[in-house]
Each structure stands twice: as structure tokens, then as C-alpha cells.
């Protein structure tokens, strides 16, 4: 009987570590089992560097414009889809001779903490092709300059716009370019799958202003307005990708003798852990929790700040801080942590990483830490790494269970 009840747990063990060793969710076993052991390890030989690379300000929730703080936006680019929102029109039907386009709007809307500024905007396109220059994930100051887009035309100049509620719920300023001369503007967007925009504030802007993107519901939009026979249609066309290119501020001496990260710096860090106190079994061992706790630098407030944690692919020598013009260091792209901001400290429950590193998922190589594409770029957040002072060091708790 004890044997078969043996065999159970072996087997209930083993098959939440398979099921969870993916996962950041709570595990589910009776504790109160005399035949489960649960234990407490702290590890706080932890070692870091972050280093600097061009910021990459794809996949934000916003574009963004004007200067602060050492931050000097260049200037933004949207690349919109030929396909409308309906998926039932392509641009190219826009050019047929049976249609006739009455309007053309391009519209921006801002975000909830937009400025309203009296300072215009202008929008460019690129009829000479040239347009599909930018990538997300890999444009920057440093590899698309001015000199890259003097091939653009301005099409017109526009301001924010604030309209009056109909009820109690807010309205955020809108962007808008009515195109009067478009035909030249149609057959731009209709000989591609893809067309890219820029656009820029015309006068300085002392401060950040910044625009919904692809990712909010907001998002930046082609209205057409067109007739086929006696019918009047709508059609509306969205973006595929947008981005800002931004100059970063100069990093300082806490940015660099710290564990930093910021969007708009380009800062980002990498961490490594010594597991070797950690009592690797990967047949007989389910991690409950691990949480990685640091100690902030600075009392400024980042209650909507957050950190994201990708699991390293290789190996990487770090150093206090270093300096790299593209970042090449891949990630292990099925998991990402996030460490939120609490009493002075960031708080990341890093489980699932211990425990694919139990299981033999993933290599103890380390974690990436960057700012989130959720929160503000323009902000920074910076940890303590003192291995001559453990106290003042990061440390991981971790709570597990063995048979």
C-alpha cells in the first residue's frame, strides 16, 4: 500500500513539473501532505552590469514628440496597412475608374496626458519610394538619421484639437490632416501592401507630447470617403507598425554604478545567479515560488513603472557598465517576468525560470531586465548591486517542495 501510495506522489510531482514549469501560476498541491517537505532557500550571490545600447522605441503606446530632460524626439514614422479595418478594401480599389474619392483624413489622437500645444505638426510621405525604412525592433538615432528621410513631401500642417464631450466621459485632443489634394496621396497608398508617414512638430516643444499608436484603441487612422455609382462608402485604414525616433539623454553616475533600465535611455541590464546552493532534483522538486527582490536607488515615485525579465539564450561575460551599438543578446522568447514596484523595492517572481533551470528547460545563463513597453519610456529605474554589502544586494527567495 505504501508502495502504490509512493508511486502516486511520484507521479503527481513529476506532472506539475511538467505542466508548470512554463507557467507563473500558483501550484496547486496540498501542503499539508506529511509526504511533502517545503523549504526556504535565499540566495544572494547575485551578480549584474547594464549596459547602454540605442533605444528602441517601437511597440510603445505611444509616438512621441518635443524635448525634456535631455530627450530630443527627431521624429516619428507610421507605416499603414493597404487593407482597410473592414478587411473588404484594399487601397488599390481606390483608383478604380468607376470610384470617385471625395475626402481624405488623416487622424492622430492623443494621449490622456497629452499638452495641448499651439505648435503645428507637419506630415510627410516618401513618393519616391524609400518609405518601408524603418523596423521596431531594430531602428534607431543612430541608424536612421535626418539624412534618410529628405526624401519625404509634406502633405500639410495641423494642431491639436479639443472637442466638447457629449457626456461625462473625456475626449482626448485629436490630429487632423484633411487632405484637399489627394489623388497624388491615393495612388501613394495604393501601390503597396504597406505605406509609410512621418511626422514632426515644425516649431520646439519643450516638453513630451505624445500620440496614441497601433497599440491603444485609439489608434491613428485613413478615413476615405469614396462613391461607386450611386452608393457613398466609408472605408478606414490602420497602421501595421510606428515608431519614434528619439536621442537619448546622457546617462549619469547613478545609471551607471546601478542595475538600470529605461526605454529612452537604451538602458538595460543583465543579471546571473549562482544556483549552486540551489538543490537541483529535477524528478522529486517543485518550485512553489521565486521571488527576486532589489532594493531601489532612489525614493521617486515608479508605481506604474515596470521591469520585464527575458530568459538569456548564451552565455554573456558582463561587466559594471558597458556601451554596444546594436543589441544582439537573444532572449528565450515563450517567457517574460515582470517586476512591480513596492515599498521602496522591485518585487519579480522568477519561478518559471528556476524552474525550466530544474528541469533542464532552460541553461542557468541569466535574465535580461528592460523597461516595459507598457510604461513611460522617458522614465528610468535604478537597483543597488553591492556584493560587498549583501544586505544592501538583490536578493531570490525562493520556496520549494521536495518529496
Not at 296 to 303: A, I, Q, T
Request: aromatic share 12%; hydrophobic share 40%.
Amino acid at each position: 500500500m505504501k508502495y502504490k501510495r509512493f508511486n502516486t506522489i511520484i507521479a503527481i510531482v513529476t506532472s506539475l513539473i511538467v505542466f508548470f514549469s512554463c507557467t507563473e501560476n500558483p501550484i496547486p498541491y496540498d501542503l499539508s501532505d506529511s509526504n511533502l517537505n517545503l523549504d526556504t532557500l535565499t540566495i544572494r550571490s547575485i551578480d549584474g552590469g547594464t549596459y547602454l545600447a540605442p533605444p528602441l522605441m517601437g511597440s510603445t503606446n505611444g509616438i512621441y514628440f518635443g524635448n525634456s530632460e535631455g530627450f530630443n524626439n527627431l521624429f516619428s514614422l507610421i507605416q499603414f496597412s493597404s487593407l482597410s479595418l473592414s478587411g473588404a478594401v484594399r487601397t488599390y480599389s481606390l483608383i478604380d475608374s468607376t470610384v470617385t474619392v471625395d475626402s481624405l483624413v488623416i487622424t492622430f489622437t492623443g494621449t490622456e496626458d497629452s499638452l495641448l500645444t499651439d505648435s503645428p505638426f507637419e506630415l510627410f510621405y516618401f513618393p519616391t519610394g524609400g518609405d518601408s525604412i524603418f523596423s521596431e525592433a531594430e531602428s534607431n538615432y543612430l541608424n536612421i538619421t535626418e539624412a534618410d528621410v529628405l526624401g519625404a513631401v509634406p502633405i500639410g500642417h495641423s494642431s491639436f484639437v479639443s472637442e466638447d464631450p457629449d457626456s461625462t466621459e473625456s475626449v482626448n485632443p485629436k490630429l487632423s490632416f484633411k487632405i484637399d489634394d489627394f489623388d497624388d496621396i491615393i495612388k501613394f497608398i495604393a501601390d503597396s501592401t504597406s505605406r509609410t508617414f512621418m511626422l514632426k512638430n515644425i516649431d520646439p516643444i519643450d516638453d513630451i507630447v505624445s500620440i496614441r499608436t497601433r497599440e491603444a484603441a485609439d489608434f491613428p487612422i485613413i478615413n476615405v470617403y469614396y462613391r461607386v455609382s450611386e452608393d457613398t462608402l466609408h472605408s478606414v485604414f490602420f497602421p501595421l507598425k510606428d515608431m519614434t525616433i528619439v536621442e537619448p539623454r546622457q546617462t549619469t553616475d547613478i545609471d551607471i554604478s546601478n542595475i538600470s533600465v529605461g526605454r529612452a535611455t537604451g538602458l538595460k541590464s543583465i543579471i546571473q545567479f549562482d544556483l549552486s546552493e540551489f538543490p537541483i532534483d529535477t524528478a522529486a522538486m517543485v518550485i512553489k515560488s521565486a521571488e527576486l527582490i532589489f532594493n531601489k536607488v532612489s525614493e521617486v515615485s515608479l508605481d506604474d513603472f515596470e521591469v520585464k525579465a527575458a530568459i538569456l539564450d548564451t552565455s554573456i561575460n558582463i561587466s559594471d557598465f558597458w556601451e554596444i551599438n546594436k543589441d544582439e543578446y537573444t532572449v528565450k522568447p515563450d517567457i517574460l517576468m515582470t517586476g512591480t514596484f513596492e515599498d521602496n523595492q522591485m518585487k519579480m517572481d522568477i519561478r518559471s525560470y528556476l524552474q525550466g533551470v530544474n528541469t533542464g528547460s532552460y541553461q542557468n545563463h541569466g535574465l535580461k531586465l528592460y523597461g516595459s513597453f507598457s510604461s513611460d519610456p522617458f522614465k528610468s529605474a535604478s537597483f543597488i548591486l553591492d556584493q560587498s554589502n549583501l544586505d544592501n544586494n538583490p536578493y531570490l527567495k525562493i520556496v520549494y517542495v521536495k518529496l
